[in-house]
Nanobody, 121 residues
Framework: QVQVVESGGGLVQAGGSLRLSCAAS????????MSWYRQAPEKQRELVAL???????NYADSVKGRFTISRDNARNTVYLQMNSLEPEDTAVYYC???????????????WGQGTQVTVAS
């Protein structure tokens, strides 16, 4: 079994900062990439940021320059530092991890339960 658990959401004023964490645990052989998605009410889930095992990153245009994704490979943990938050960033933030459970097993995607981020204007 594999578990993916997010933490760090909350309520913040516009212009403020939050740091989200996501930890993967369980039967993990390797993690190919970890990423953050978000879903606002009545909107589709969208990719916010992604980091691969080698450290390369990718960001949605709407968060470039404000959000930073980082990863602690030893802890199987990914972070999302969110600065200069805007009301439009309000959403449930989900972590997605692409994980190999064994050397000859195909990788699978595992999702966390989500953490609410609310930015007040």
């Amino acid at each position: 079994q594999v578990q993916v658990v997010e933490s760090g959401g909350g309520l913040v004023q516009a212009g403020g900062s939050l740091r989200l964490s996501c930890a993967a645990s369980g039967s993990i052989f390797s993690i190919n990439y970890m990423s953050w998605y978000r879903q606002a009410p009545e909107k589709q889930r969208e990719l916010v940021a992604l980091i691969v095992s080698g450290g390369s990153t990718n960001y949605a245009d709407s968060v470039k320059g404000r959000f930073t994704i980082s990863r602690d490979n030893a802890r199987n943990t990914v972070y999302l530092q969110m600065n200069s938050l805007e009301p439009e960033d309000t959403a449930v933030y989900y972590c997605r991890a692409n994980i190999n459970r064994g050397p000859r097993l195909r990788s699978d995607d595992y999702w966390g339960q989500g953490t609410q981020v609310t930015v007040a204007s």
